[in-house]
């Protein structure tokens, strides 16, 4: 599967991690956990329970029921890579518009884009066949309700498309055929806003559980893959500094929700021999698991048990500075597990909102040595469709 280990390259890999600690999960459409808006980047991947914006469909669909606007658009860039190479990208399009009377329903629709770029494809005697464009592409439809003045859930459904199917040597790249998923998010949203002092703050606790579906079947179902099932959960507490002065602070906690792949370097005899029928056993069976049974064998079937289980959370700590809801600053960390990955890098941004528009810019500062994830640019513009409403009603 060419592009596969394209794709794979977003995961950092430390060299002086010994070869059997370093065991990062393994998934199909790894792109689906890639954050898309630059809000969010810029607080270190925090947004499951930050205040609602157009892009809550990726952190936490049920927000979109506590937002402050009828309807809002909005589409996020970012280039990917750039140190590696220069045409992989991220597009994003997100929106929502909240519906019936009373101010406590919205549905919302977003789509994403991710393009590897060109890939030249050789036959096994190292002559270019030809070049491809691997992408992959998702498009999703969510509603959301409070249940409460302070609760609310939504749901969201996904179409995945994965073009990442060409076999090399088994196929050309006319031959080669995408492989198409399924998936589901469920989430909730706590909102309060408890008094401290004299001052009325905002406490916001968020959860989502993202990607619940089917697998990804590359090369005819001969590579099956799960989908990047993820549990999010995180909290954030908004209070004044002083008039038109806010400060939020918040962290995510994210846990991938699918089983550890075998490996071999896990099935040796007592005398240091490589076991090959045990794990072709073991491999075929992960191949044959569902994705339901997996999201629950996630949380017990680390080799190292218990201990290796909690390095494979990540956390994100972020903060956000408001100056009246029109000049923003955002700051926070991402953190992995050497041995998962090791992603660990800051986000900085800062975004503008003036009327009908916002504008929003991040950068990543990776502190792991050969990040390919260092100095990461995002870009997001949204557009609030009451603001523009309102600016036609002024003209007439």
């Known amino acids: 599967m060419v592009a596969l280990a394209v794709a794979s390259t977003a995961v950092a890999v430390a060299d ?12 199909g459409v790894a792109s689906l956990g890639i954050t898309p808006d630059a809000r ?57 518009y909240k519906i019936g009377s009373g101010d406590n329903q919205a549905v919302s629709l977003s789509m994403r884009y991710f393009s590897l770029g060109e890939i030249s494809t050789s036959d096994p005697g190292g002559a270019v066949m030809a070049s491809i464009n691997p992408f992959e592409l998702a498009v999703d439809v969510g509603y959301s309700r409070k249940l409460s003045e302070k609760f609310s859930m939504g749901v969201a459904l996904r179409y995945i498309y994965s073009d990442l ?48 579906g089917s697998k990804v079947n590359y090369n005819s179902g001969n590579d099956p893959a799960f989908l990047p099932t993820n549990l999010r959960l995180g909290t954030a507490f908004t209070f004044p500094l002083a008039d038109y002065h806010n400060l939020t602070l918040g962290v995510d906690f994210n846990k991938l929700l699918v089983p550890a792949k075998p490996r071999q370097q896990d099935y040796l005899t007592p005398e240091g021999a490589y076991d090959y029928e045990a794990y072709s056993d073991a491999l075929q069976k992960w191949k044959d698991m569902s994705p339901i049974t997996g999201i629950f064998k996630s949380f017990t079937d680390a080799p190292g048990g218990f201990k290796e289980e909690i390095k494979e959370i990540n956390y994100s700590i972020g903060a956000e500075y408001a100056y009246n809801q029109q000049f923003f600053l955002r700051g926070g960390y991402f953190h992995e597990s050497r041995s998962k990955g090791n992603r660990q890098y800051f986000g900085f941004g800062a975004g503008f909102s003036l009327n009908v528009i916002r504008l929003d810019a991040s950068y990543m500062i990776a502190t792991a040595q050969q990040s390919p994830l260092d100095q990461t640019l995002r870009f997001t513009v949204t557009f609030d469709l009451d603001g523009i409403k309102n600016l036609f009603n002024r003209r007439r």
């Open 16 to 27: 002086d991690i010994k070869t059997e600690d370093f065991n990062p999960i393994s998934t």
């Open 165 to 212: 199917a060409y076999g090399g040597d088994s196929q050309s790249p006319e031959q080669s055929k995408g492989a198409s998923a399924f998936g589901a998010d469920i989430s909730g949203y706590f909102c309060t806003y408890p008094v401290i002092g004299r001052n009325e703050c905002q406490w916001t606790v968020g959860f989502n559980i993202s990607n619940i």
């Open 40 to 96: 969010g980047a810029s607080m270190g991947d925090m947004g499951v329970a930050s205040d609602p914006d157009v892009n809550s469909q990726y952190w936490n669909p049920s927000k979109y029921a506590f937002a402050y606007s009828t309807a809002g658009i909005g589409l996020s860039y970012t280039p990917w890579l750039r140190k590696i190479v220069n045409d992989i990208f991220l597009a994003n399009l997100a929106g929502y």
